[in-house]
Nanobody
């Protein structure tokens, strides 16, 4: 089992920034691609960003491209999501997730993500 714990959520005004962190334990972190998803009230969980196990590539939903940056520190078993220019529509619970490096499904497809954190609330006020 891999345990994932998100932190860094909170309340911020429109245009502000937050950085989410997700600390992993229990499995070999470098063997997993990492992703961030979010779920707003009354909506389905949606893909936000992902990063390869070796950091060679990153992927973003169009709604966050150029505003959010995903990164990872394999020495610290941690993945980050830097969120800038936040908008009220970014309000959601943000989840980090992990899937094996051998997965061949799209990074935006949540079906292969084996482990999930419990989520961090991000609220952007207008």
């Amino acid at each position: 089992q891999m345990q994932l714990v998100e932190s860094g959520g909170g309340l911020v005004q429109t245009g502000g920034s937050l950085r989410l962190s997700c600390a992993a334990s229990g499995r070999t972190f470098i063997a997993y691609h990492m992703g961030w998803f979010r779920q707003a009230p009354g909506k389905e969980r949606e893909f936000v960003a992902a990063i390869r196990y070796d950091s060679r590539d990153t992927f973003y939903d169009n709604s966050v491209k150029s505003r959010f940056t995903i990164s990872r520190d394999n020495a610290k078993n941690t993945v980050y999501l830097q969120m800038n220019s936040l908008k009220p529509e970014d309000t959601a619970v943000y989840y980090c997730a992990a899937k094996l490096y051998s997965s061949t499904t799209s990074f935006a497809d949540n079906q292969d993500y084996m482990y999930w954190g419990r989520g961090a609330q991000v609220t952007v006020s207008s």
